[in-house]
């Protein structure tokens, strides 16, 4: 295919396009988190963590649909579907004049979201090999891992010197580019035999998972006892148990479960999960502390984090040239095991301690979960099928955003007891703040910990056809 008088491959314009689609989306979930004091003040609201809690829940609902809709519609239309809603969504969130305008076009921008990344990678995994997985690996680290450690910067450096509107606007130019690129460009693929749509598997995995999803997020600032926070907690938990048992009688099901039967497939999905909350669950927790008590301004917090991002863009290509030697078992597990012992370090951080250390550790804790992530990336589609891609795509990402909500709400509910905020946005007590922040650091280091040794559980035979030669 020719683009600008050069020949390039279709399956990386597929890779491009899917990039930076993610970037976006991923973006989203940390840029925002810094604008929230801004936001209250400017709406004169103290609501805004449904601006946060609103695209979580739209996540949650549309994810396990997106595999069938990629299947049934086709991955292109539904790709760039996903795409203008995301897009359509961030420029109306900087246009809100209220927090209730705000929260509903942050859900429409979820509604984008949570089909993007299960549809996205689906396509991906269709065009690049087996042999060429630890390759399109290392791309997808530039979304998944970067994302989050600059969604801080970005966001302290726009709501400080452009406005917090900006940190919804900044999506609209850059994601126009790679839409033009994706409508003019990418391929149209479906499944034929994809089966009738699943109404009950859609109410219950949506309904089951949105409800789950604010139990956990309400529940470190309600308390784990409030009726509300029991009440949907309940009832997610009630919902999934029974999309469980309605999925797997059915002959075409929303959520394909019956490919967690496959050996590779489960076990890559339970290290992911123990990895992703460790990953994001650090940083929640430390720009808190950044801020809560050092006092550090949102820009300066995201600076001592963002480190990490060049440790994963170092070890990144390591681990991708090094994954058809080595197999993911031993570089998942020196990985997170590595990745474990330096979130411990943090247990000693103290209310003066260098940030020229704390960004030492960051470009550590970066260098050994590339080594990680790249290695589950490849292999965790190994066995599927490609005509069960689009649903295996559904199943990991739920099984990713779960993680990722039960780790937060368990590190916040941590913060909660130990941490009260002053007037001034500081620990009224920093010292037993302090205490506080040092058990989260312990229980982000037995995450990553936990998940090392779930990588055991891989075997590199499994993953054979992603470490052969070309």
Same mark, same amino acid.
């Given at each position: ?10 399956? #990386? ?10 970037f976006l989306d991923i973006l989203d979930t ?20 449904w601006v946060v809690v609103g695209y979580t829940? =739209? ?20 790709? $760039? ?26 859900? $429409? ?59 919804? *606007? ?43 999803? #604010?139990?956990? =997020? ?41 490919? $967690? ?27 808190? *502390?950044?801020? =809560? ?29 090094? *994954? ?56 965790? #589609? ?89």
């Open positions: 295919m020719s683009i600008f008088g050069r020949l390039v491959e279709y399956k #990386y314009i597929v890779a491009a396009v899917l990039v930076s689609a993610l940390t840029i925002v988190n810094v604008a929230l004091p801004t936001l209250g003040r400017h709406f004169g609201a103290g609501s805004t963590e829940l =739209s996540l949650a609902v549309f994810i396990p649909a997106s595999g069938w809709l990629g299947d049934r519609v086709g991955t292109k239309r539904v790709f $760039l579907f996903a795409f203008a809603m995301f897009l359509g969504a961030s420029a109306l969130c900087g246009a809100a004049q209220s927090i209730n305008q705000l929260i509903a076009f942050r859900v $429409l921008q979820g509604v984008g979201g949570g089909m993007l990344t299960p549809v996205g990678l689906a396509m991906m995994f269709r065009v690049f090999p087996p042999a060429e997985r630890a390759r399109v690996s290392t791309l997808m680290m530039i979304p998944t891992l970067a994302a989050p450690a600059l969604g801080p910067v970005i966001g302290g450096f726009l709501v400080t010197n452009a406005g917090w509107r900006w940190i919804f *606007y900044v999506n609209v130019p850059v994601g126009l580019v790679a839409f033009v690129v994706g409508f003019k460009l990418l391929r149209e693929h479906s499944e034929p035999d994809c089966g009738p749509f699943d109404v009950a598997g859609f109410v219950l995995s949506g309904a089951g998972l949105a409800s789950f999803v #604010y139990a956990l =997020s309400q529940g470190p600032r309600d308390g784990w006892t409030s009726p509300q926070v029991l009440l949907f907690g309940a009832a997610g938990i009630a919902m999934l148990v029974a999309m469980v048992r309605v999925e797997t009688r059915k002959a075409h099901p929303m959520l394909t479960l019956s490919l $967690l039967r496959d050996r590779m497939f489960r076990n890559s999905n339970i290290v992911s999960a123990f990895s992703i909350a460790s990953f994001l669950g650090l940083l929640f927790v430390l720009p808190a *502390y950044l801020q =809560s008590l050092r006092g550090l301004s949102a820009q300066a917090s995201g600076l001592a984090t963002f480190p990490q991002a060049i440790g994963v863009g170092c070890s990144t290509f390591i681990a991708g040239a090094l *994954y058809k030697r080595v197999g993911p078992r031993r570089l998942i597990f020196v990985g997170l095991f590595l990745s474990s012992l330096t979130i411990f370090a943090f247990y000693w951080l103290t209310l003066d301690t260098s940030l020229w250390w704390i960004r030492g550790l960051m470009l550590l804790r970066g260098f050994c979960m590339g080594f990680a992530f790249v290695p589950m990336q490849a292999s965790s #589609y190994a066995t599927i099928a490609p005509t069960d891609n689009g649903r295996a795509s559904s199943i990991f990402s739920t099984q990713r955003q779960v993680a990722i909500s039960i780790a937060v709400a368990i590190l916040g509910t941590i913060l909660t007891h130990f941490v009260v905020l002053g007037a001034d946005g500081l620990a009224v007590d920093r010292s037993g703040a302090l205490d506080g922040f040092h058990i989260t650091f312990l229980v982000a280091a037995g995450l990553a910990l936990v998940g090392s040794f779930s990588a055991l559980l891989i075997r590199d035979k499994d993953a054979a056809a992603t470490m052969a030669m070309r």
